[in-house]
Structure formats: C-alpha cells, structure tokens
C-alpha cells in the first residue's frame, strides 16, 4: 500500500479563522452530569488502565501509567511534554493557553486533554521506557504502538460483520468479475462505512470484542450503547450471508439524525472542481477506526473507483496512536494483508482488488508524517498543503466523532445551527465536505429540535452510545 507524506512541517499551518461566532468548547467543568466530565474522570483513567493489562506492562512503565490514570481522575494540573518530539505539542495555542492558565484535566478544553492523555501515553511508552516496549509490528522500525493488540483484536472480531454485511455489497466472486462495478449502489457502502464508525475502542475502554458486539448488536436492531454490549451483541443470531445488502437495512433511517448521502451521491458525479490535481477526480477519507471501520471504509474506496464516481481515493490515516484505535498507515497494510490472508475467497477478492488499486497510483494513504491530526486544533488551522489537496477533491469525507468534533471546534453548538453557519467561513471544501459520523459526544449541528426531542424520547444516551447517526454536508 503506497502511502504518501504530506511533506508538510506541523509550524506550517493555515492563518485562517475559526467559525463566526464559535461557542465555548466542551469541558469536564461544565458539570458532573455531562458525558464530558464522566469521560475525563472515568473513562480516560479506564482507558489508561486498560492498556496497561491488554499489553502486559509491569514495573515502573505500569506503575507511570498508573500514577498517570490517578492524575487524570483526581483533576491535576497539565503539566508540558518533554519528548523532544513532542516539544512542538506545547506551543499549539490550546494547549500553550492551557499551560499559561494552570488549566486542569478538569478545566481544560476535552478535546485538548483527550489528544493530550495519548501523548502523554506516547511519551512513557516510547521515550521514557522505550527499552521495556519495543516495536510491536514484526520486522517494523515503528515506534511502539501500544494499541495494537487491541487493534488487532477488533480486526479479528469484525470477521462476523465482514462476511454479512460487507462483502455481500460486492456480489460473489464466483458470478462476477471483483473489478465489475458492485451490484450494491455507492449510497449502500456510504451507509455501511457510517454505521462502521459504531464500533470504537475508545468507547469501550479498548475492549475489541465489546466494541464491534454493541456496533454489530446496533446493526441488528437492537439499539446502541457500551453497557453490556458484548454480551448482547452475542445474543441475536447473525442474518444468512447477503442478507443486508438492501439499501433500506444498510440505511437504517430511523437511527439516521440526517441524511445528505444522496447529496454525496450528486457531488460524486460533477465534474471535478477548479484546482483538481490533473483535472483528476479526487475523494479524501478522513479515517476514523481500525477494525470494522477500516474495513467498511476500504470497501468503500474500493466501491468507488471501480464504479468509476472518482479517479484517485486518498485515505488520511493518523500519524501516532490516539483514542485506541484510530487508524495509522500500518493499520491499513496490515487490515489489507488480512483481507489478502482470509479462507473467504471474496475477501482475497476484495484485496487484489485493493493491492491493483494501490499499485496504479489510485489508492492512496497519507497522513503518517502529518502530525496535525493528532493536534488539539481545529481543522481550520490544518496545514497548507493539506488545505490545498482538500480544495480540489470532488469530495471530503470526514469519518468519526473526533474529526465531527475537530471541524466545529469542540464546541456547545445549538443543536439546530445550521451545518454552514458552523463551519470557517475559509474552509477550503465548502460544499464538498460530507461527515459520516456515529454520535459519540454532546456535539452536533444540523438537527431540528423534533427531531433531536424524538431521539431523546427514545434514549437518555442519544448524543454519546454511538446509536444515532449523520450524513452531512458542509
């Protein structure tokens, strides 16, 4: 899998302005009752935690870790990084202004803290007890992920999901050419890849088998949430292979908060807009999780270019581990090679297809040497060649809550805000910018007060268990 750097320094960002009117972001200060202060106390100190037993740390790299969940859960002060690689972290301005104002874990931005915390973890794993981790990825001269079991056990759990519900889209090889177009419509894998997005480590605490039972236990009717998800998604029998290729089941209108996919659908198939490299037909996929979504987002890509909506996909993956299981360049080698390696022969199908793609020059990854998408800075402020690539692709998809979260600045939007009064009046995708997005956070725009009242109606937890979902545009 080629993968691209962005060749841009991380000082070289964008002088552009954060949207008109941005509310205050989200703190764990604005009160105990918020999902914002139950992620920092609890659930960031459980995700500590758990990386601590799923990776077998002992001696004094468990015991920082430790002592580093009991500063996050007791609300300590933010102290600077000091891996010399993360010295440029401390002058972004969130976190340069949080440092100034002796801003808490409590007090301070949530999605500044949230990025920070895997910095922090960053920094003990592979700087500061660098001897007692190693590179996990045979052969790799990475550094240490400390995610990747959990990555890889998600991968593995989603092998259900892969067979029912993804590679059914495509049609059996043994009746049709792999490289055919797929007999699903593009807006059938545009939902899949949405409801992909349901299943996130950082939500169950990197317990890969929980998150992808609670996405695959959604899927089957049975709502959302993490308590207890596993358990149910174990529950309710798997449909017969292909069983959910109409459009209306992949759909799942009544969990959809909005629907722009036929939008999306409409700007795949104009002509490419002014400053397209080559006059090229360009779609970026801002990645969210490895595993499921990875999966779900590579059929996707492949749904595309072989359906000819574009000429080049390019996947924007992370540069470090952050939030569990975001996805990194490696991830989707590695989510590729175990397509390639699967007994299903539509799946080995699905990676020829891929490698074939990835090897004319029309899937393409990038991001790994971008550390912007691991900033705690809005997409506004994103580097200048970033924005220049952005302003000629037919289509920006945005996956996931933290990029949602990233584009509005983190902040208490009025549910009903229209989506482009939220957006930098600089954004350079206007237009062409699509969020497919499970609800993870208090954040959200673009939804009628009906609506968001129905969805309340039916659960307490409809902004955060991951079970109401958008598509929309910017």
């Known amino acids: 899998m ?18 008109a ?7 764990g200060s604005d009160g105990s009752h918020t999902f914002t202060f139950d992620t920092v106390s609890r659930r960031l100190p459980a995700i500590v935690r758990s990386t601590i037993a799923a990776n077998g740390y002992a001696g004094a790299l468990a015991a920082d870790l430790e002592r580093l969940a009991a500063e996050i859960a007791a609300g300590a002060p933010l102290v600077a990084l000091t891996a010399p690689a993360l010295l440029p972290w401390n002058a972004h301005a969130p976190m340069a202004d949080a440092l100034a104002r002796r801003e808490t874990w409590i007090s301070a931005p949530w999605f500044l803290v949230e990025n920070y915390m895997y910095k922090r973890i960053w920094q003990l794993t592979n700087v500061e007890h660098a001897a007692a981790t190693g590179a996990r990825r045979p052969g790799s001269a990475e550094p240490h992920d400390p995610f990747l079991l959990q990555k890889e056990a998600a991968l ?12 059914p889209l495509f049609g059996s090889t043994t009746s049709a050419s792999p490289d055919s177009p797929p007999p699903a ?7 899949r890849s949405l409801w992909g997005n349901r299943a996130d480590l950082s939500i169950s605490a990197g317990d890969g088998a929980r998150a992808v039972g609670d996405a695959l236990h959604a899927e089957r009717g049975g709502g959302g949430g993490s308590a207890g998800g596993a358990a149910r998604g174990a529950q309710v029998a798997a449909p017969p292979l292909g069983a959910r290729v109409s459009l209306e089941q992949v759909r799942d209108g009544a969990r959809l908060l909005c629907d722009d996919a036929p939008l999306l659908v409409a700007a795949l198939a104009a002509p490419p807009p002014t400053g397209a490299p080559g006059g090229a037909r360009l779609v970026v996929v801002c990645l969210d999780n490895a595993g499921l979504e990875l999966l779900t987002d590579l059929a996707l890509a492949a749904a595309l270019l072989v359906g000819g909506q574009c000429d080049v996909v390019e996947l924007v993956a ?11 360049p490696a991830d989707v080698a590695e989510t590729v090679g175990y397509l390639r390696a699967h007994a ?9 297809t891929l490698d074939t793609m990835a090897a004319d020059g029309r899937l393409l990854v990038s991001g790994g040497a971008e550390p912007f998408c691991t900033s705690p800075c809005g997409f506004w402020q994103m580097p200048r060649g970033m924005a220049e690539r952005w302003c000629g692709a037919s289509a920006v ?5 933290a990029n949602y979260r990233r584009l509005l600045g983190d902040a208490h939007w009025p549910h009903a805000t229209p989506p482009a009064a939220a957006l930098s009046a600089e954004w350079p995708a206007a237009g062409r910018t699509f969020c497919l997005r499970t609800c993870k956070s208090e954040v959200l ?5 009906e609506r968001a009242a129905a969805a309340a109606a039916e659960s307490a937890a409809w902004l955060t268990a991951g079970t109401y979902g958008v598509v929309q545009r910017f």
């Open 445 to 449: 725009v673009g939804v009628s007060a």
């Open 397 to 401: 998809l945005l996956k996931g809550d």
């Open 2 to 19: 080629r993968t691209l750097g962005s060749g841009v320094a991380a000082s070289a960002t964008m002088a552009r302005s954060p949207p």
């Open 156 to 167: 593995h759990a989603s092998d259900g999901a892969l067979l029912e519900s993804i590679l």
């Open 318 to 328: 992370k540069d470090a581990p952050t939030f569990v299981s975001d996805a990194l």
């Open 185 to 191: 419509s593009i807006a059938h894998f545009v939902y």
């Open 344 to 352: 299903s022969g539509d799946a080995r199908a699905l990676a020829r």
């Open 21 to 27: 009117h941005l509310p205050p972001p989200l703190r």
